[in-house]
């Protein structure tokens, strides 16, 4: 038996019995509840706690920061057993999919020791603050400011958009440090604590009555000056590397059915088998087949693009293995995995007819209204990380070299 067969017998005991029944029960398509949203539960603080001792939230990470120093090949195979038994990797988090892979490439050795471990362990809720009022695409047009005072920064200003800072402890936050520079050149990124005095967190309360997102105003706000990362005024670039992984993580090589677990091909093949029959449930059929002959070519259409997807991302995949992670094709797989999705919520929505329209109260079954808020909230997918015009604009410049 080659050795990586023989971690997977290991793993496989392992998961058998570490992974709480609970934990290995999740729906086709259903997220595990957030880690630090008041609904994760005991069973899942268990499994998340257990992972970690192992170093298995983030698997390939150096052991020294909180990681299981697994092999690129190691982590597949303990993914694919975990996505097996329909659980997820616990944990995943901005800190985990964002910062962290940013401070393992950029941060110092005391600055990864000082925060990764508390990533992988899942002690730590990170948000992201990138975005102001008026600066969202137009990212570098931030005003955010940070001065330096002794060894600290004092930072004045407001972030827009920030999905959990209700719930979160620290902040990865683009400032200005350098108010007379050119635009891209005077920007740091800085972490700090957001129960630090001066800071004020107001949820923004959307249509569907949910507080996804917050306001976050500083003032006068004091962070160490050694947790910036990298150079002072190099900000720009960290930032723009994380949202490399951001786009990768949107992506899923992951929005949609192909992406979060493993077994892909027959994932895909699931969800498009029980999307058929909740479309042959709703509607008119003739033949034992759907009547309605667009819908049913768009229902194929679909599948076959989202196997195109998989098997690209696959691809990239291996490539990414070989080089240095995720490049500007982040920003294709970006642009397609959420447009691939929001085409993929259209057709569910029509496949379900009047019993999309639900809202809550009686009528509708609980799968039929979370269809709703499923589909509404597939229309963010193209909007956070960069929007889709933004992720059109990278591909055309950097990845086929257009001039502006
Ligand atoms: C679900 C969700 C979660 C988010 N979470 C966070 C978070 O945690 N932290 C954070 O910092 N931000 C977050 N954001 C904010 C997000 O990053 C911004 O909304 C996004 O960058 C777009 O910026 P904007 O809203 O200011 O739109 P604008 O930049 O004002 O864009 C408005 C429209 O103009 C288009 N446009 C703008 N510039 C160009 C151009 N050059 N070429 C072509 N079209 C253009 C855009 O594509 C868009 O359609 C989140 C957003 C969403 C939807």
Known sequence: MDSLES??????????????????????????????????????????DRCAAKGF??????????????????????????????????????????LGPVLLELGSH??????????????????????????????????????????????????????????????FCLVRTDPEAAKHDGISFILFNLKSPGVTISPIELISGASEFCEVFFEDVR????????????????????????????SGFGAGPGGKRSGKKKRVAKVYRAMADMALQYQPQKDGKLANVTLRDQLTQNEMDTICFTLSTKRAGEEAKAGAGPGHTASMFKWYATELNKRRQELIMTSLGSKALGWEGEGFEPHELAQTRAWLRSKGNSIEGGTSEVQMNVIAKRVLGLPD
């Open 7 to 48: 971690f997977r017998q290991e793993i496989q005991s392992w998961l058998e019995q570490n992974c709480p029944v609970s934990q290995r029960q999740l729906r086709e398509g259903e997220e595990a509840v957030p880690w630090g949203s008041p609904q994760f539960g005991e069973e899942a603080q268990q499994w998340l």
């Open 223 to 250: 962070a160490k000056a050694e947790n910036l990362i990298g150079e002072k005024n190099k900000g720009w670039a960290i930032a723009k590397r994380l949202l490399q992984f951001e786009r990768t993580m949107i």
């Open 110 to 171: 005391e600055q990864k020791l000082r925060f990764l471990p508390d990533i992988a362990a899942g002690r730590t809720v990170w948000a992201q603050g990138y975005s102001e009022p008026g600066a969202g695409s137009d990212l570098a047009g931030l005003q955010t400011r940070a001065v330096r005072n002794g060894d600290e920064y004092v930072i004045n200003g407001s972030k827009i958009w920030t999905t959990g800072a209700n719930n979160a402890d620290w902040m």
């Open 57 to 98: 939230t983030c698997p390939s990470w150096p052991k020294e920061y909180g990681g299981g120093g697994l092999s690129k090949e190691q982590e597949r195979v303990l993914r694919q057993e975990i996505g097996t038994i329909g659980a997820q990797v616990p944990g995943g988090s901005f800190g985990t999919h964002m």
